[in-house]
């Protein structure tokens, strides 16, 4: 499983969740955003505001993945999961580079780009579980981003859950973790 940080956090904080979720078969890695953010600006900003950030950022997922992929793990065996920014990274990610992974899950957040601009990612995910979990008043993610962003991933293949929790603050809940937890034991079933 590869954990992506939140803006203003770190690689260690993220690896916290390594024992909540609690599957001895996997592997947690998390790389380290430079000054702890990925992009300086929100992700909802114009993609072009954003870089050259955001494409080092999906340079440095692409190359951990890589490196697992060299290691004998194939992209169906690999989990992404982000929260905050680390989520919409990972989503960003997954969209661009579709292909069947092991899994998805976007904690509190969604794909990259301005919310009036349509969303468009051509590509087959082939099946990847896919988990979103936002709230519903959540300051740094609009649920109309979620939405889309479900019906997107949706469109490209992905089998895709997407759970809105009412007046949940910008955090991860059990919930969460006990749905992506379900979606680890699905994958080392396989």
Request: charged share 15%; with cysteine.
């Amino acid at each position: 499983m590869i954990l992506v940080h939140g803006r203003g956090a770190s690689a260690a904080g993220i690896l916290g969740l390594a024992p909540e979720l609690g599957h001895p078969d996997f592997a947690y890695l998390a790389p380290q955003a430079r000054d702890s953010t990925w992009y300086p600006f929100s992700f909802l900003a114009p993609l072009e505001r954003n870089e050259p950030y955001l494409s080092s950022a999906l340079r440095m997922i692409g190359e951990l993945v890589a490196q697992v992929g060299r290691a004998g793990l194939p992209p169906e065996k690999i989990f992404l999961l982000g929260f905050s920014q680390g989520a919409c990274l990972s989503g960003e990610f997954v969209a661009r580079r579709p292909q069947r992974y092991g899994g998805l899950a976007l904690l509190s957040g969604g794909l990259i780009g301005p919310l009036d601009q349509p969303v468009n990612h051509p590509g087959d995910l082939a099946g990847t579980p896919v988990f979103i979990g936002c709230s519903d008043v959540d300051m740094h993610i609009p649920v109309e981003r979620v939405t889309e962003t479900a019906g997107v991933l949706e469109g490209m293949g992905a089998e895709v859950t997407t759970r809105i929790y009412p007046g949940m603050a910008h955090t991860i809940i059990q919930d969460e973790i006990d749905f992506v937890r379900s979606m680890m034991a699905s994958l080392t079933e396989v």
